[in-house]
């Protein structure tokens, strides 16, 4: 399912931007880590994963500078995605969040929006709490997410990136 959400990020994205850096970053450190739990029962394969990946696994340190990979921020975030699902009564993907516009200042709207799993995200200036609320769209058959204007067409986001595949693939 991560994989699934941040395809766009890797493949889209600008080379430097943030979003497919922070992605990088995370299925990098879960390579890590999924491959020091496999050298134990095939050596041999870290090994190679190693040599591929041109990492030193006897010297695993990870050092991040940015801002909004602290230890706070995704504690905050984590806290944020327990309380949102705990209030939703239908699925994630078919929600639309409204958050208090302070966490405009900490996370973007897609951060927000993939980490909770919702349709879309509003920042309220008037509001303490999150509110849910219903998407009255389709469900895209891309995403899944409940953002398209039938159930047979893509949604907007989608057919933007089809379109851009497209035109790299030319």
């Given at each position: ?17 943030s979003e497919r850096l922070s992605a990088q970053l995370a299925l990098k450190l879960i390579m ?61 993907n078919q929600c639309i969040v409204s958050l208090p516009e302070h966490f405009g200042a900490a ?64």
């Open positions: 399912f991560y994989l699934d959400s941040i395809k766009d990020r890797l493949y889209l994205s600008a080379i430097d931007s890590t880590d999924f491959a020091i739990t496999l050298a134990p029962l095939c050596p041999l394969l870290v090994a190679e994963v190693s040599e591929h990946a041109k990492m030193d696994f006897s010297k695993m340190q990870f050092k991040v500078t940015s801002d909004s990979t602290s230890p706070a921020l995704f504690e905050r975030l984590k806290g944020l995605r327990k309380q949102v699902h705990s209030l939703a009564t239908i699925p994630m996370f973007t709207k897609d951060t927000l929006r993939e980490t909770l799993g919702c349709v879309s995200i509003e920042f309220m200036p008037y509001i303490s709490e999150p509110n849910i609320t219903a998407s009255t769209l389709c469900k895209c058959p891309r995403c899944w997410y409940f953002q398209s204007a039938s159930d047979q067409n893509a949604c907007e986001k989608c057919r933007e990136q089809c379109m851009f595949i497209e035109n790299v693939n030319r």
